[in-house]
Nanobody
Framework: HLVESGGGLVQAGESLRLSCEAS????????MGWFRQAPGQQRKLVAS???????WYVDSVKGRFTISRDDAKNAGYLQMNSLKPEDTVIYYC??????????????WGQGTQVTVSS
């Protein structure tokens, strides 16, 4: 079970909050990341958070996006502020083992579309 939600159509400068729900076997104790994929391109990691709460962001979203997780709910989030048209893509979440970097699952959810108009 891996489901992303929260995407939508917004204007530049506005905000969205993405949510990721996962089964406990995928979520518990593992690092989580938000990825995005533009048409014809590979999926790329934009933000991650370890099971201990350490975060990382790609330069293009630093200061605008905030990743978080709620282990009690098996849920992760991506708060996206000051959205730009170039943030328009499909966003996915997934998980990996923090100590090895190997994926917890080969399954990818359907993603959630974010569209930012100028």
């Amino acid at each position: 079970h891996l489901v992303e939600s929260g995407g939508g159509l917004v204007q530049a400068g506005e905000s969205l909050r993405l949510s990721c729900e996962a089964s406990g076997s995928i979520f518990s104790g593992n690092a989580m990341g938000w990825f995005r994929q533009a048409p014809g391109q590979q999926r790329k990691l934009v933000a991650s958070i370890t099971s201990r709460g350490f975060t990382w962001y790609v330069d293009s979203v630093k200061g605008r996006f905030t990743i978080s997780r709620d282990d009690a709910k098996n849920a992760g989030y991506l708060q996206m502020n000051s959205l730009k048209p170039e943030d328009t893509v499909i966003y996915y979440c997934n998980f990996w083992h923090g100590n090895t970097g190997t994926p917890v699952t080969d399954y990818w959810g359907q993603g959630t579309q974010v569209t930012v108009s100028s």
